[in-house]
């Protein structure tokens, strides 16, 4: 379905997959992520930032960083991004962690988030050739299918879609994300997730959890857990190769005129 914009409505506007300052490769503050996000109209930030930059001490510190920086308008989520070792490109995102953990494999991570997470997503498919570790498939609440970053603004990954059906084949209830992965909000790669919703009283992350969101990007929006025909993705197979390459050398020459090493 054809988007009319990040900025639509009615629901109530997020990001996910945001780093801040705290992740040794961030360049925002909270406080330029609230008040860039209450500028775009976005309503709460997931925020992931790397789980390898904190100790115990140091994320109870950013639990109260992010509610400090939060307000009315913006809510910042505390939340961490997983890497394994020997495991390449496998990130496991918790959100809304009411404690820390510091699982050393995706199998103590699904275990450990089940008590101390609200919700959690296995992020950029394509990094670990959109195969997951069956422990996973069976307690990840999202999969990210459209990372702004590695996908580029323009299209989810229709291999990530693929995934994600195949695990919903077992577990209904997974749904599919779009996430920025951003780490410098001048670059606003513009993914949203649309809560249907525009009830402030309602919990960003309960309603994420029971897929009541659709996700937006420049050209289209995906429900999350909307079923793509096998021609629909064939399309999308194909028209992704050239939004792909433009996508990419323009990100790149951006990069480099800030000197930005990413």
Not at 34 to 54: C, M, N, Q, W
Not at 108 to 133: D, G, K, M, Q, S
Not at 233 to 255: A, I, N, P
């Amino acid at each position: 379905m054809a988007s009319e914009g990040v900025a639509r409505g009615p629901g109530r506007l997020g990001v996910v997959h945001v780093h801040s300052g705290w992740s040794h490769d961030g360049k925002d503050t909270l406080e330029a992520l609230h008040d860039l996000s209450r500028g775009r109209g976005i309503r709460f930030v997931g925020l992931t930032d790397h789980a390898e930059d904190f100790t115990e001490a140091r994320f109870r510190e950013y639990q109260a960083a992010c509610q400090k920086a939060s307000s009315e308008h913006v809510q910042l989520i505390a939340g961490l991004e997983y890497r394994f070792a020997g495991l390449k490109g496998l990130h496991l995102l918790a959100l809304g962690m009411a404690a820390w953990m510091n699982p050393a494999t995706p199998a103590e991570f699904i275990a450990e988030a089940r008590r101390v997470a609200r919700f959690t997503i296995a992020a950029h498919p394509i990094l670990y050739r959109h195969e997951l570790p069956e422990v996973v498939e069976q307690g990840i609440d999202a999969i990210e299918i459209w990372n702004a970053s590695y996908n580029t603004r323009w299209l989810p990954d229709p291999r990530a879609i693929e995934l994600l059906k195949r695990v919903q084949a077992k577990r209904p209830e997974v749904t599919g994300i779009a996430g920025l992965d951003q780490h410098d909000a001048k670059n606003d790669r513009e993914t949203r997730v649309l809560l249907l919703k525009a009830d402030e009283s309602l919990d960003p992350l309960a309603e994420l959890k029971a897929g009541r969101y659709v996700n937006l990007g420049r050209t289209m929006e995906l429900g999350a857990s909307e079923a793509m025909s096998p021609t629909a993705l064939g399309m999308l197979h194909l028209v992704r190769w050239g939004f792909d390459g433009v996508e990419r050398t323009q990100d790149k020459l951006t990069r480099l005129l800030r000197g930005d090493p990413r």
